[in-house]
């Protein structure tokens, strides 16, 4: 097992306290802060955060800018808004799609990086601190060196992975899941399964991973359904929390793989929402999985005190076996993208263009 780089603080009092303060003081005079239209201030993180930096007297200047799935565009916007303030180190608050991007500007700034040289990693050689605050339990990516954006010009959703995007803290209080819809806590939850289950569906799979991804499958299966029914029940949340973390443990090891390659299509085609498009081939991944890994699977969901059966049923609670109008054409177009994607190459399975025809005709409208 790798070490990561990231110090990990899980806590409901995670901005609170003097050596808390100290941490960020000893980051620099000034920040930019990285977040959505609302996330970060509905979830309370802004609540606990900027008192402590105006006690520490530090500057900042927050971009509200990020969308979900970002663009290449909002990166430049962010990248021009961190050079012109001269900030010194970056905080990114929320779900997946302010943390990638915070890690992005954070990158794009440092290396003074061109909209044409985002996912260019060798021209990464500089950074800033990064302090990342999660407000969904679904992406990880404050314990991963992940950055996922979108190309608009393309209609291309990404990644590009860094050991420079690891943040140097990432700062997780159950508390800032409480204010997230059941849609959204359905969907991030689904996400955080994915990259357990892809932590075996990997090349890179690695067995000293199984009890964590174990722990986080069982995590998920005990607490998802009650925390959609309560959703302000603190344990359930906590629950989610550290499954979401560690699913984004174990990426970092292994990084996603064919299920995320699959459902980046139906994000940027039809605006499936990110957690969701993993979902929707959930059971057909794993049925694919199980003729060349089945050992595996069955071990890890044995670990997790369940069964594939188990799983499957477990499984169908949840609104996820949805359709959507893709075409024919459009199938045929994906076919080679998928099977050309960054994560396809890594699946200890590949699917023949057959084999993917036939999965993507399932979810047809
Ligand atoms: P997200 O796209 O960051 O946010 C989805 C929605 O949830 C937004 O409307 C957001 O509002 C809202 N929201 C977030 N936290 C909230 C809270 N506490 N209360 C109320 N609303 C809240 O969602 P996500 O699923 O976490 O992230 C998805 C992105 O992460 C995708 O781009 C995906 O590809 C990427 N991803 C990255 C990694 C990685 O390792 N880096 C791994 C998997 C996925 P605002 O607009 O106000 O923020
Ligand atoms: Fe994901």
């Known amino acids: 097992m790798r070490e990561l780089p990231v110090s990990i603080y899980f806590s409901e009092r995670v901005l609170e306290g003097s050596v808390r303060q100290r941490q960020i003081n000893a980051l620099g005079k000034s920040c930019l802060i990285v977040c959505g239209a609302s996330s970060a201030y509905k979830s309370g993180v802004m609540d606990d955060l900027l008192p402590l930096l105006k006690k520490n007297k530090q500057k900042y200047q927050v971009f509200i800018e990020i969308r979900e799935n970002p663009d290449l565009?909002?990166?430049m916007r962010g990248k021009e808004l961190l050079l012109e303030g001269g900030f010194d180190f970056v905080i990114g608050i929320g779900g997946g799609s302010p943390l990638d991007a915070a890690k992005a500007i954070m990158l794009a700034a440092a290396n003074d990086l061109g909209i044409d040289e985002l996912y260019n990693v060798e021209r990464m050689t500089k950074r800033l601190p990064l302090v990342?605050?999660?407000?969904?339990?679904?992406?990880?990516?404050?314990?991963?060196?992940?950055?996922?954006?979108?190309?608009?010009?393309?209609?291309?959703?990404?990644?590009?992975?860094?050991e420079l995007a690891f943040a140097d803290m990432a700062l997780i209080n159950p508390r800032y899941a409480l204010s997230l819809s059941p849609r959204i806590s359905l969907n991030?939850?689904?996400?955080?399964?994915?990259?357990?289950?892809?932590?075996?569906?990997?090349?890179?799979?690695?067995?000293?991973?199984?009890?964590?991804?174990?722990?986080?499958?069982?995590?998920?299966?005990?607490n998802l359904e009650l925390c959609l029914k309560e959703p302000q029940y603190l344990p359930a949340r906590e629950a989610?929390?550290?499954?979401?973390?560690?699913?984004?443990?174990?990426?970092?090891?292994?990084?996603?793989?064919?299920?995320?390659?699959?459902?980046?299509p139906f994000t940027t085609l039809y605006d499936i929402p990110h957690g969701l498009a993993n979902g929707i081939f959930m059971r057909q991944m794993m049925d694919f999985y199980y003729s060349e890994i089945?050992?595996?699977?069955?071990?890890?969901?044995?670990?997790?005190?369940?069964?594939?059966?188990?799983?499957?049923?477990?499984?169908?609670?949840f609104p996820l076996d949805i359709?959507?109008?893709?075409?024919?054409?459009i199938i045929e177009a994906k076919i080679p993208e998928i099977l050309g994607a960054r994560n396809t190459v890594i699946s200890p399975r590949k699917p023949t263009p057959e084999e993917l025809r036939a999965l993507l005709k399932t979810v047809q409208k």
């Not at 289950?197 to 991804?213: C, N």
């Not at 089945?294 to 609670?317: C, P, S």
Request: glycine share 8%.
């Open 73 to 75: 565009e909002s990166i």
């Open 132 to 162: 990342l605050i999660p407000t969904t339990h679904g992406t990880g990516s404050e314990v991963t060196q992940y950055s996922v954006l979108t190309d608009t010009a393309t209609g291309r959703k990404a990644g590009f992975g860094s």
């Open 188 to 222: 991030t939850s689904i996400d955080a399964l994915s990259h357990l289950l892809e932590g075996i569906y990997s090349t890179q799979r690695d067995k000293e991973l199984y009890s964590m991804i174990a722990e986080g499958i069982s995590l998920i299966m005990q």
């Open 240 to 264: 989610l929390m550290r499954a979401s973390m560690l699913g984004g443990v174990t990426i970092a090891h292994t990084s996603t793989t064919l299920q995320h390659a699959i459902g980046y």
């Open 294 to 317: 089945g050992d595996e699977i069955a071990q890890v969901l044995e670990m997790a005190a369940t069964t594939r059966e188990a799983f499957y049923a477990w499984l169908e609670k």
């Open 323 to 329: 359709k959507v109008p893709i075409t024919d054409e």
